[in-house]
């Protein structure tokens, strides 16, 4: 009889513990498993710009729903500001850190002290060497998906013949594979989907405006706009009205959905019908996330995928709403969106 | 002429031709064992030409030049310094991180047996060669450290270094100081002990007179003289250089005193003037001299609003000037020739015509346009009563000569109807010819009834200009002259502060 | 080393002398000589060259269409190059005209979100320059500061303040037609930004050339000692063409914001340089007191012309930066030669 007991309660703890291992996947909104840290650090890069402004609203937000105490700091391109913000955030006691490395090479040595001083640490965006994990998306995926997206829509729309105008920003990695997977994506749905023209628009509107000013002198007959970020998607897009070019024989796809500037787009019910989005805001929401799992030793994939979706005219707003200017977050929709485990190019 | 054997540089019927433009049409010099050489001419005479040819900087076209008898090709710079010939320019070619003993040495350093620099030796032959210069110095010391008359010494010792057998000095004393100037000369009457010849090249005919035992003349790429110093006269010098006679370098036609019109009191500036009060009338000239230092263009810059006065005042025609503004000064009539010309007085870029209407530009325009037509009128008035020598209006004045230059700047204040103008060394590092053109200008400026005031360091221009003379030392007026009670070694002293001459009257 | 070529100063003395024609003329020079000294005609020449060749390489260039994308694009350029160069004439420099196009864009754009005006938002874009003009004018002439120092400081705190007013793009709410036209209209077949240029190019060309005004910015930048003692306000002048030259780059910065759409605050970025290279490669001189507009016109089209060629012949785009490069070294190169025979025929 004892022996039966302490069986059952034997397979009882092994059901229960990994139920408990199950339950802590897919269902981010429920508060984790484990203890919370009390504080979070995160020194970040950039945070004029819009991108950054949203991922600190995720993270403020989840950090808030969890009780976590986040304090932000801002290196603003400055290299050696990063590595003393992050020791001063260290010697204040905070449980984890987050970084958004402002250099990659520069901020191995803030992973190797944080190792050091026993502090976790998440990286967010780029990765670094001796890391332990990095919250980020995936750009050739996002890329990929709007390239369907888009292809859906020409094949619906424009007659199924794709000639397509990319507005890129060479000196960054990610921008490339967003256009490579842009196309490759296209070309899923449209196989002889033709490059016409693949412009460095140096991710200003300003730029993108020049430049595609100019492409489309040569070839007015583009029907496709893709560009590397929102910025570029509507400088090129200025420029096709400028040229009093059709816009109904145009389709135009943004990346990142950085700022409010593409709901404005498609509010207007122009050609600007897809957005391949990135949601800042998730991937302050999921780096939170992960200072939580790793603050409770749990085991982390390297590269944690946060959600990318690509949004068109109808489906923007069952995951963003707009008041004035404020743009707030569905979280319940964004859970849901299913994450790659790595990705499919780097 | 010396006898022949004594001869050491017999340049003979030497010829270059640049394109478009003969510059030495077979001219022959005799430089003698001994003897100081005076070179003198115009500028665009051909002295520069054939002191470069000698240097091995150009190469002649044509002609011979024996070097002690023996025909010589210097085709190099380096030819030139091994046949014993050095060129001291007005461009001092000291290098001035190194020491003394570095640059003196510099192209033939003593080596030891095993090839290594032999500093003991070096120092020890340049304060030799010092010594016997004068030069009291260490050999060890920095050249930047150095007066430009020390650096020139260090130029010589050079020369001496190499066993210069003929030594070619390029206008010397533009930079020196009267004390320095005699300190040169007792210098070059060693080396002419020692037998080594040396050619003068120079503006200033009292130099001539006073150093030199030969004189050779160039004008236009010709010889025109070579005399004997003691037979010949400044005069005859002039009207050999410039090709028609001067009556006199210091022509007087206007007559002299009318009304006060600048009246200076007690002006005090924070760095250098102190009380400096004088007055001048219309028709005046009034020469200004001092040392380096003494402060005068401080205090041109003073009058004129370029610097901040601390205390006193300055009055035009009895009329309160506002201080401390150039645009007052100008509204009240005042102008000011700078000492720099080419820095602080033309406009380079700019052409004859624009530099001579700058101050005047509103007279010659109506709402604002400038009348073009009326500005080439005015300005050609000017180009042809001054003579001065420009291929047209338009020809910017960077490549007109020095002396059409300080012509230009004159026939600008002229237009400008001033009533008191501030000449800065008017006539610096012009040839003779111009000098006289400009002296006769300010006897003109005068006659029109302006107040003159003239800074200058040389006492010919200054005992020939003036009515009136203003010596400054260390910022203070240090001495009062007439004309006629003016005498150089009264102004020396005045001028190096030993002795005050005060006007009883004032 | 004994070159014949090499003219020594006094026998250029004597040729003057005998009245050879000026510079202005034809010379008696070489032919090298000739081309040297006439720069405008270099670039008009280089302009004419590279428009012909990519006119070969493609049809398109010389359309109706290209031509005018070019002077509409460049017309921002060129504007701001206007005051640019008057500004550089006379021996200053400013390069805060990128930052300020992106704020002007900006307040611009804002203010007429606000107003619902085009008229209040253009006057407050106008004013934002003439205010940020004033201030480097101040800075420069009561503080002593360089100008390049002081104008570098002006970007870096235009730069930073646009993001203090506001953080993110300024988006078109109103879509009045009238913003619109600024940048993208026409008047007839001529685009508004080009007909814009032409009216300011024309009045100012007269009054840099032909007034009082325009002789003194010459005066300030050649000599500015010589300027002040000929009685010239030389602080006052200098005050007054930063405001315009700032007044200018707001002009440009309101047609930009017209063209794009929007008031991006990361707009402008390079915009100085380009405009300066321009400027420089047209023949106004750095050190001041040299200065054509008529050479500022070709030499911003030259580089506008290589980037519309470079993108239509689908060349590299990387390309762009580097042909403009080796254009602007050339015509520095040429520029110093031609500085140099002419110092070489200077007198004593």
């Known amino acids: 009889m004892k022996k039966l007991f302490w069986l059952c309660v034997a397979v009882l703890l092994v059901f229960s513990l990994t139920a408990v291992a199950f339950a802590g996947r897919g269902d981010e909104d429920k508060a984790p498993a484990g203890k919370v840290p009390a504080r979070v650090g995160w020194v970040g890069n950039y945070m004029m710009h819009e991108w950054y402004q949203n991922l600190w609203k995720g993270m403020r937000e989840r950090a808030e729903m969890l009780g976590i105490e986040l304090e932000v700091l801002d290196a603003n391109l400055d290299m050696a500001k990063q590595v003393s913000f992050a020791e001063d955030l260290i010697a204040k006691g905070v449980d984890v850190l987050i970084i958004s490395p402002v250099q990659q090479e520069g901020a191995a040595a803030i992973v190797k002290k944080a190792k050091m001083e026993g502090i976790p640490i998440v990286i967010e965006a780029s990765a670094v060497e001796g890391m332990t994990t990095m919250v980020a998306v995936c750009d050739y995926d996002i890329g990929f998906k709007g390239g369907v997206a888009t292809g859906e829509y020409v094949k619906k729309n424009l007659g199924g013949k794709a000639r397509v105008m990319a507005i890129d920003l060479p000196m960054l990695r990610p921008c490339i594979l967003r256009v490579d997977g842009f196309m490759d994506g296209l070309r899923t749905v449209i196989p002889d989907a033709e490059l016409v023209h693949r412009l460095d628009g140096q991710g200003l509107k300003d730029q993108a405006l020049q430049v595609a000013t100019d492409a489309l002198t040569a070839d007015p007959d583009i029907n496709v706009i893709y560009g590397c970020n929102d910025d570029s998607a509507l400088g090129a897009l200025q420029a096709y009205r400028a040229a009093g070019l059709d816009e109904d024989n145009l389709v135009v796809c943004g990346t990142g959905g950085e700022g409010n500037a593409f709901i404005h787009a498609m509010q207007e019910g122009g050609p600007y019908k897809v957005e391949a989005a990135m949601f800042p805001e998730a991937v302050g929401y999921e780096a939170i996330n992960m200072t939580v799992k790793l603050f409770n030793g749990e085991s982390v994939p390297e590269h944690y995928v946060t959600p990318t979706l690509a949004l068109t005219d109808k489906t923007w707003d069952d995951y963003y709403s707009l008041e004035g200017e404020e743009r707030s977050i569905n979280w319940d929709n964004i859970n849901k969106i299913p994450r790659e485990d790595k990705c499919g190019k780097y | ?161 190499h066993e210069a057998k003929v030594i070619i000095m390029d206008e010397p004393t533009s930079a020196l100081t009267p004390n320095e100037v005699e300190h040169l000369f007792k210098v070059i009457r060693q080396l002419k002990e020692r037998g080594i010849g040396i050619l003068y090249v120079t503006h200033k005919l009292e130099e001539v007179m006073a150093i030199c035992d030969a004189v050779t003349v160039f004008r236009d790429g010709k010889l025109i003289s070579s005399r004997n110093v003691s037979e010949t006269s400044t005069d005859e010098l002039v009207t050999d250089m410039v090709g028609r006679s001067i009556k006199t370098l210091f022509p007087r036609t206007h007559t002299g005193r009318g009304d006060v019109i600048l009246n200076v009191r007690s002006l005090s500036t924070e760095k250098k003037l102190k009380e400096v009060s004088f007055q001048v009338r219309s028709g005046e000239v009034v020469g200004i001299f001092g040392l380096m230092g003494a402060g005068r263009t401080e205090l041109a810059k003073a009058l004129f609003g370029l610097d901040a006065v601390q205390a006193g005042n300055i009055s035009i025609e009895g009329r309160e000037l506002k201080l401390g503004s150039t645009s007052q000064s100008t509204k009240m009539g005042l102008g000011y020739l700078t000492e720099d010309r080419k820095g602080e007085g033309l406009v380079l870029q700019m052409s004859v015509a624009q530099n001579i209407t700058l101050p005047s530009l509103e007279d010659i325009s109506s709402a604002g346009f400038i009348k073009r037509k009326e500005e080439s009128i005015r300005s050609q008035e000017f180009v042809d009563v001054f003579r001065i020598k420009t291929p047209s209006l338009r020809q910017k004045v960077m490549y007109l000569s020095g002396g059409n230059q300080q012509k230009v700047l004159i026939a600008r204040w002229l237009m400008k109807k001033l009533k008191v103008i501030i000449l800065d060394e008017p006539t610096r590092g012009i040839d003779v010819g111009a000098k006289a053109e400009i002296h006769r200008l300010i006897d003109e400026l005068a006659s029109q009834g302006l107040a003159v005031v003239v800074m200058t360091s040389e006492m010919p221009e200054l005992l020939g200009v003036s009515d009136h003379i203003i010596v400054m030392c260390e910022g203070r007026i240090t001495g009062e002259f007439d004309r006629e009670s003016a005498a150089m070694e009264k102004i020396l002293e005045a001028a190096i502060g030993q002795k005050e001459y005060r006007h009883a009257e004032q | 080393m004994h070159s014949a070529s090499s003219i020594p100063e006094e026998a250029e003395c004597i040729k003057w002398s005998l009245a050879v024609p000026s510079t202005d003329s034809i010379s008696k020079g070489s032919f090298l000589t000739k081309l040297v000294l ?56 400013d390069l805060s005209i990128g930052s300020l196009v992106a704020f002007v864009g900006v307040v611009t754009m804002d203010i007429i979100n606000k107003t619902n005006s085009v008229f209040l938002g253009v006057l407050a874009g106008l004013s934002l320059g003439a205010l940020t003009g004033l201030i480097n004018g101040l800075v420069r002439t009561k503080l002593k500061v360089n100008s390049l120092i002081g104008t570098i400081a002006m970007m870096m705190i235009l730069r930073g303040s646009v993001y203090l007013y506001k953080l993110e793009a300024a988006q078109n709410y109103h879509q009045l037609s009238s913003f619109y036209s600024i940048g993208n209209g026409y008047l007839g077949f001529m685009p508004i930004p080009v007909i814009i240029m032409v009216i300011l190019y024309v009045v100012f060309l007269i009054i840099l050339y032909r007034t009082v005004l325009g002789r003194r910015l010459y005066a300030t930048g050649g000599n500015e000692i010589a300027a002040k003692i000929s009685g010239i306000k030389v602080d006052n002048l200098k005050i007054l063409t930063f405001v315009a030259n ?85 015509a520095v190169f040429i520029d110093n030669k031609r500085k140099v025979a002419r110092s070489k025929i200077i007198t004593k």
């Open chain 3, 38 to 93: 006439f720069n405008e005609i270099i670039l008009v020449a280089v302009l004419v060259v590279i428009s012909a060749a990519i006119s070969i390489g493609t049809s398109q260039f010389y359309s109706t269409t290209n031509i005018l994308n070019i002077l509409r694009d460049s017309s921002m350029a060129i504007i701001a190059g206007i005051g640019m160069t008057m500004l550089l004439i006379t021996g200053e420099v």
């Open chain 2, 1 to 161: 002429m010396a006898p022949d054997h004594d001869t050491v540089l017999d340049v003979q019927r030497i010829s270059k031709e640049f394109p478009g433009v003969k510059a030495l049409d077979a001219v022959d010099l005799k430089l003698n064992k001994g003897e100081v050489h005076a070179l003198i001419g115009e500028n665009g005479a051909g002295k520069s030409t054939l002191i470069k040819i000698l240097a091995g900087v150009y190469y002649k076209d044509d002609g011979e030049i024996l070097f002690d008898g023996d025909p010589v090709d210097i085709a190099t710079p380096a030819d030139s310094l091994k046949l014993g010939i050095k060129v001291v320019f007005q461009e001092l070619s000291l290098i001035p991180h190194m020491t003394v003993g570095e640059n003196v040495f510099l192209e033939s350093f003593p080596l030891k047996k095993n090839k290594s620099i032999d500093w003991d030796a070096l120092y020890a032959e340049t304060k030799d060669i010092l010594d016997s210069i004068g030069l009291d110095i260490s050999p060890k010391t920095k050249i930047y450290k150095l007066t430009v008359s020390q650096q020139q010494m260090v130029e010589i010792a050079r020369a001496l270094s």
């Open chain 3, 246 to 330: 700032s007044v200018f780059a707001a002009i440009s910065g309101i047609i930009l914001v017209s063209r794009m759409n929007s008031g991006q605050p990361n707009a402008g970025v390079g915009f100085e340089l380009m405009v300066i290279s321009g400027v420089i490669l047209g023949g106004t001189s750095l050190g001041g007191g040299e200065g054509t507009l008529v050479g500022t016109l070709v030499g911003l089209l030259i580089l506008r012309v290589i980037n519309n060629g470079i993108i239509i012949l689908r060349w590299n785009q990387d390309l762009q930066i580097v042909i403009s490069g080796l254009i602007i070294i050339l």
